[in-house]
């Protein structure tokens, strides 16, 4: 029987790809957008691997806050092999004529980089720059220089000290291992930085060396002995496997949530698949007829046309997974110059094997099922054209749910999350199911509403409820699209809106740092005036440190004991702050604050999320390393902490005498207009020029420009979808072409003009935009509510402009693509038509 199926199959396949054009171009169209994502993050995880020990700096990196390391960590250092000694601070910047601006500084050593270069313009090098004769050296960004109206050779004062601008820093290897940057960078010798007085005991200082191993020493083994060496020591080791972990878990969630939306993708062009598979079946009634008739077993008929299936789905597959494979070297030709991340393009197997299988279970599970109605169809059947019985219990229907629970299996085995993804798959299949539902019943309400209509209207509606209404067939394809634009375009909306308007209010627009106590009486008194009184809604000034719990119920903190989503507050320092009385936003949910003036043993008050990670309440004791010295607390209230926002930010507070003693630097909160904002930056710049400016403005500009570019590429990758889908309509109009050729002859033979006829489509059509486009917004709002008010915690607004722009460009587009797919039947003469059988 095999070679009778491949005698058949080669003969099926002489057609080439006729009537499976829409079916080759879901199935590409699905694979390329799967392998694109997965090849392009391939790229960059590779770009990464190959300079891991450039992005690091070195084989190991020991990062510390707030303090200097001790002599005898050093020398610990010093035994693993050659190091560099670098610290960076934020400081103001100011040029000659009085302007001002944040940067960050970076001091180096002679040793500084120990891999991969520094690249500079205006010198021969960093070291040449940072060496010259006369005033100390500097190599600045050209962001900086435009800033301040400054050139090479002007002076810009950091601190206390005067820097002549040698070179302009143009790349620095290690630059994506030190994370978020509030301002341009600036380059200078780490000796005269250290007497710039921008460094000083518990300050916003931190301070990283960098090791150089010897050849074939063990990184991994070589941190660990450091970290177990000084538990106590609150410093952070990464090794050059770790050179920029947050980046590549950013990039892997990335490539999961588009590679998500090409299996979307493919799942709304599962219809246009098994609507090219029954229509090429529906053609071929008459050949299996004759075949079943002169004693064919239905095996064998399924199998001449599973064939055939196969080998276009091989193709659809291949040409997906060519576009795929190009994608990253096109992003490379245009954005090469634009790339923050290394990327390493190439064509890697996995993310195409990957894209394969999606491919083929996809093919599998929306063919299958009309085969099995051809195997299982008697002749008698066959010769009366019906081809369309209910689907019954074979192995074509076995298999075909097999792939089904297949494509969700790979999407949750290979997903980061692996429940998100078993949620979003759930969603999705439910969003289709539902929109398939709604299609079905609104060819049923259109067979109802046609007999209170008349003309064009009649007809379209009767068009509607016939048997090949785009409405079960196209309908679910194109609102699932829609349904992922809107989540994506209320999402972005959402986070824009946060950002750009929302935080604005909500935050401070500046952020002062390094101010002295000595200094804070006399700032208070002079920003008064400018913002129109100190009231604790609009400016807090707080002492500042950074300190990290290393023990809880009096041990050691022991990794199994927290949630793997609260270990960041034990893995390393953060903020901390004294408070006296309860602010306005002390936002308690359990415990009690101590009373003003508490002089008592150390009272804290914790963050509720970390104090859930590690099953802290109230009257526990931690243990916190501050200022280079353990402290233990008592919690005392445990509260809900909403940063970002304008008050006490802060996940640790302990009461004022915990640390008495102690002069800590400040930070300052100031709530005011840009004209407001103004004055008091340059009210500092004249009285206050130590302390440092955080625009708060600007970088939640900068990070709504980012939220912009990440959503272009996310909106893009949805719109794959609605292509899809506009494909199902393309395939479900070729599929019943024959068909509307009749019909629109007989409709002119009684009389109808071509208009009247076009119009009946534009009807049909616009309803089923209207159909896919209502049901798509409703179900993507429904999808973006709880994420947007539960995941992100943001107040819910429902952006009107999707409503205004998806409705109508849907209904239109759906119209539009319908009538013109419809003009080749219009267009033919009644007399030949009506002479075909």
């Not at 969003?431 to 609104?442: I, Q, V």
């Not at 016939?466 to 067939?473: D, I, K, L, N, V």
């Not at 400018?530 to 500042?544: E, V």
């Not at 002119?748 to 209207?770: C, D, I, N």
Request: include cysteine.
């Amino acid at each position: 029987m095999t070679s009778l199926s491949l005698r058949y199959a080669r003969r099926e396949l002489r057609a080439g790809a006729k009537g499976f054009r829409v079916f080759l171009a879901c199935i590409a169209l699905g694979v390329a957008a799967i392998a694109a994502a997965g090849s392009t993050a391939e790229a960059f995880r590779h770009g990464l691997a190959s300079r891991s020990r450039e992005i690091l700096g070195g084989d190991l990196s020991v990062t510390l806050r707030g303090r200097r390391f001790t002599d005898q960590e050093r020398a610990a250092f010093a035994s693993l092999g050659p190091s560099t000694d670098t610290v960076r601070v934020n400081a103001m910047a100011q040029a000659p004529g009085g302007a001002r601006r944040l940067v960050e500084v970076r001091g180096v050593d002679a040793r500084f980089p120990l891999a991969g270069a520094v690249t500079v313009s205006g010198a021969p090098s960093l070291a040449a720059a940072l060496a010259a004769p006369g005033p100390p050296g500097a190599a600045v960004e050209q962001a900086l220089l435009d800033r301040l109206g400054l050139k090479l050779g002007d002076t810009v004062m950091l601190g206390e000290v005067p820097f002549a601008i040698r070179a302009v820093l143009l790349d620095e290897p290690d630059r994506l291992a030190g994370g978020f940057e509030m301002g341009p960078r600036v380059m200078a010798s780490r000796e005269v930085l250290e007497r710039t007085g921008l460094i000083s005991p518990g300050g916003l200082f931190v301070e990283t060396i960098r090791i150089a191993l010897p050849a074939g020493a063990d990184a991994v083994a070589a941190g660990e002995a450091l970290q177990k060496g000084f538990p106590d020591s609150g410093f952070r080791v990464r090794d050059r496997n770790d050179a920029a972990a947050g980046l590549r878990e950013l990039i892997g969630r990335l490539e999961y949530f588009l590679a998500f939306i090409g299996l979307a993708a493919l799942l709304a062009g599962g219809l246009g698949v098994n609507g090219a598979v029954s229509s090429y079946l529906e053609a071929r009634k008459p050949s299996i007829a004759v075949l079943k008739a002169l004693g064919a077993e239905g095996p064998l008929v399924r199998n001449v046309f599973l064939i055939r299936i196969a080998a276009l789905t091989a193709a659809g597959i291949s040409l997906g997974l060519a576009g795929g494979a190009a994608t990253p070297f096109l992003l490379g030709a245009l954005f090469r110059d634009r790339l923050e991340v290394p990327a390493l393009f190439g064509v890697y197997p996995w993310p195409l094997i990957k894209a394969a299988v999606f491919g083929a279970l996809a093919a599998a599970a929306f063919s299958l099922a009309p085969l099995g109605r051809a195997r299982a169809t008697p002749p008698s059947s066959l010769f009366r054209r019906d081809l369309t019985g209910p689907l019954t219990l074979g192995p074509e229907s076995l298999l075909a749910g097999l792939a089904a629970l297949g494509l969700a299996g790979v999407a949750v085995a290979t997903a980061p999350t692996p429940l998100v993804a078993a949620g979003m798959v759930a969603a999705t299949a439910a969003a289709w199911g539902l929109l398939w539902l709604l299609g079905r019943g609104a060819a049923a309400l259109a067979g109802r509403l046609r007999g209170a209509t008349r003309g064009a209207l009649r007809l379209g509606l009767a068009n509607l409820a016939g048997p090949a209404s785009a409405a079960r067939t196209a309908a679910p394809s194109i609102g699932l699209g829609v349904a992922l634009l809107t989540v994506v375009l209320l999402l972005q909306a959402a986070l824009l809106a946060k950002v750009k308007e929302a935080a604005p209010d909500a935050a401070p627009a500046l952020v002062l740092t390094n101010v002295t106590p000595a200094d804070g009486p006399a700032l208070d008194a002079a920003i008064a005036p400018l913002i129109g009184g100190i009231t604790p809604d609009r400016y807090r000034r707080m002492p500042f440190a950074s300190g990290r719990i290393v023990g809880v119920r009096g041990g050691p903190i022991e990794p199994e004991q927290v949630a793997p989503e609260g270990r960041w507050a034990f893995d390393r320092d953060i903020n901390l702050t004294l408070i006296d009385s309860a602010p306005p936003d002390a936002n308690l949910v359990a415990g009690r604050w101590w009373p003003a003036g508490y002089d008592g043993p150390p009272m804290l008050m914790i963050d509720d999320d970390i104090a859930a990670a590690a099953k802290l309440r109230p009257g526990d004791a931690v243990t916190l390393s501050v200022l280079g010295r353990e402290l233990e607390a008592r919690i005392a209230g445990v509260r809900k902490v909403e940063f970002g926002r304008f008050g006490a930010s802060f996940a640790l507070i302990l009461n004022p005498s915990a640390l008495a003693g102690a002069e800590l630097t400040q930070v300052v909160l100031i709530k005011a207009s840009a004209v407001q904002a103004g004055a008091v930056q340059r009210l500092l710049a004249r009285r206050f020029p130590a302390a440092n400016v955080f625009d708060v403005r600007e970088q939640l500009e900068k990070a709504g420009e980012l939220l912009d570019q990440l959503a272009l590429a996310v909106r893009g990758a949805a719109a794959v979808v609605a292509v899809s889908g506009l494909l199902v309509l393309g395939g479900a109009v070729a599929a019943t072409a024959e068909r509307r050729t009749r019909e629109a002859a007989i409709l002119k033979v009684l009389g109808a003009a071509r208009s009247q006829a076009l119009a009946a489509t534009v009807v049909e059509y616009g309803s089923v935009g209207l159909i896919a486009a209502a049901t798509g917004v409703l179900l993507g709002t429904a999808a973006a509510w709880p994420v947007v008010r539960f995941a992100f915690d943001f107040e819910w607004r429902f952006d009107w402009s999707v409503l205004t722009v998806l409705l109508p460009a849907t209904v239109t587009l759906t119209a539009v693509a319908g009538a013109l797919a419809s003009i080749p039947a219009l267009l033919s003469r009644p007399a030949p038509v009506l002479r075909r059988e």
